[in-house]
């Protein structure tokens, strides 16, 4: 069975300050994929980032950048210089097997993350 | 382009009363998904298709809740008769084969209030 565990239930910050998001998971897949969705007050989910389980590479996208270690089993996200934007609540969730994300979504319970001025 | 659309946006209804949510997945896309948001549970998938086909039910929770798939553009999920405790936000997503980059993109759910 798959897991994924976000072990931070809520964070606050204040605008400018940089803040990482932490994200274990748990599968016996050799192939998997990893991602992260906010949800703002607004309630819709955004699709943020995806990682298949063969490319460990890390990337950057402006403000934000994610770390993905096999080795721990970790797809963190970090947020540079937040912004009152940036407030939501953040998801990472797990699909595994070889129809890549066409399956099941397993979430982690979310992040709270609230930025203040 | 027109992302996932679902409807109602909120609903309103009475214990025992049949409820309908619609969903019409992004054009092209060959999976349509389910999931329901509550506190206690978190996220947690309904049932999905791949070509109008139910491929995996296992999460519905009971008899009370089905979902049909008529066409590639449209999806229903329905529960007679409702209870309380199917209060929730419901959530469609559809995505589509694409080597690797596949993704499911979500709508901005249904908002359903049980009484």
């Known amino acids: 069975a798959q897991k994924v565990t976000q072990a931070q239930t809520e964070i606050s910050v204040v605008e400018k300050e940089d803040v990482t998001l932490d994200c274990v998971y748990e599968t016996r897949d050799t192939t998997y994929y990893l991602f992260w969705y906010k949800q703002p007050p607004s309630g819709e989910l955004v699709f943020l980032i995806r990682?298949?389980?063969?490319?460990?590479q890390n990337e950057i996208s402006g403000r934000y950048s994610w770390n993905f270690q096999k080795s721990t089993s970790s797809f963190n996200f970090t947020i540079t210089a937040s912004q009152v934007v940036d407030s939501a609540v953040y998801f990472c969730?797990?699909?595994?097997?070889?129809?890549?994300?066409?399956?099941?979504?397993?979430f982690g319970k979310g992040i709270t993350l609230s930025v203040r001025p | 382009d027109a992302g996932v659309i679902q409807s109602p946006r909120h609903e309103v209804t009475e214990m025992g009363q049949e409820v309908t949510l619609r969903c019409k997945p992004i054009s092209g896309h060959d999976y349509l998904f389910w999931y329901r948001q509550t506190m206690m549970r978190g996220l947690e998938l309904l049932i999905y298709?791949?070509?109008?086909?139910?491929?995996?039910d296992s999460g519905m929770p009971e008899d009370r809740f089905s979902a049909k798939m008529p066409n590639a553009s449209f999806s229903t999920l329905k529960i007679q008769p409702s209870e309380p405790r199917d209060s929730a936000v419901y959530f469609c997503?559809?995505?589509?084969?694409?080597?690797?980059?596949?993704?499911?993109?979500f709508g901005p759910g249904t908002r359903l209030l049980v009484l």
């Open positions: 969730a797990l699909s595994v097997g070889s129809t890549g994300a066409n399956s099941k979504l397993t």
């Open positions: 990682r298949n389980s063969f490319d460990e």
């Open positions: 298709f791949n070509n109008n086909v139910p491929i995996d």
């Open positions: 997503a559809s995505s589509l084969i694409a080597g690797y980059q596949e993704t499911q993109y």
